[in-house]
T-cell receptor, first 112, second 112 residues
Framework: AQSVTQPDIHITVSEGASLELRCNYSYGATPYLFWYVQSPGQGLQLLLKYFSGDTLVQGIKGFEAEFKRSQSSFNLRKPSVHWSDAAEYFCAVGARNNDMRFGAGTRLTVKP | NAGVMQNPRHLVRRRGQEARLRCSPMKGHSHVYWYRQLPEEGLKFMVYLQKENIIDESGMPKERFSAEFPKEGPSILRIQQVVRGDSAAYFC??????????FGQGTRLTVV
């Protein structure tokens, strides 16, 4: 089955600084890729997704992610972080049969 | 179109009792996923179901846990003879074929 690795358990950045959250996947075919965000005590909200086409995808809240097949990566980026971005971020990979697997998550703390 | 509905939001059970968690997928969604999130941990895949079929249950504990998604009605995650270690947030997600999953708000199970 497919799998996802998020190497960073916890990241702290200053408000206004840029952000990159790493995601590496393992899957034998072209995957569907997703980033979700979870605020404390809440469910998961989809930030963006990649199915095919342009490898740089734009999402909500100013986030973007780039699919790099050669590196099996789908890193999430934001040029300037806001305090409200503090949350848990999950990368997910979906197989063609819709079977989705999530990474362990990266907790983002934003310093004032 | 209501989102994915999970109930109850909070469930308290004594050790040895049964817990039933319900998930009503979004209208038109035929795929349901259950995930468990332990405190301070990421999402762990449990089971992936389509109507009346279990597609992948590789993440389900071998004993006490079962899931179903009947032709009519919600998907049910059932935990028999609960133990303290079952205390967690259980999230359900649904999706149409080959598209992203939408998550419910989760059920927080506490075993006392």
């Amino acid at each position: 089955a497919q799998s996802v690795t998020q190497p960073d358990i916890h990241i702290t950045v200053s408000e206004g600084a840029s952000l990159e959250l790493r995601c590496n996947y393992s899957y034998g075919a072209t995957p569907y890729l997703f980033w979700y965000v979870q605020s404390p005590g809440q469910g998961l909200q989809l930030l963006l997704k990649y199915f095919s086409g342009d490898t740089l995808v734009q999402g909500i809240k100013g986030f973007e992610a780039e699919f790099k097949r050669s590196q099996s990566s789908f890193n999430l980026r934001k040029p300037s972080v806001h305090w409200s971005d503090a949350a848990e971020y999950f990368c997910a990979v979906g197989a063609r049969n819709n079977d989705m697997r999530f990474g362990a998550g990266t907790r983002l703390t934003v310093k004032p | 179109n209501a989102g994915v509905m999970q109930n109850p939001r909070h469930l308290v059970r004594r050790r040895g009792q049964e817990a039933r968690l319900r998930c009503s997928p979004m209208k038109g969604h035929s795929h349901v996923y259950w995930y468990r999130q332990l405190p301070e941990e990421g999402l762990k895949f449990m089971v992936y179901l389509q109507k009346e079929n279990i597609i992948d249950e590789s993440g389900m504990p071998k004993e006490r846990f079962s899931a179903e998604f009947p032709k009519e009605g919600p998907s049910i995650l059932r935990i028999q003879q609960v133990v303290r270690g079952d205390s967690a947030a259980y999230f359900c997600a649904s999706s149409p074929p080959r598209l992203e999953a939408f998550f419910g708000q989760g059920t927080r199970l506490t075993v006392v």
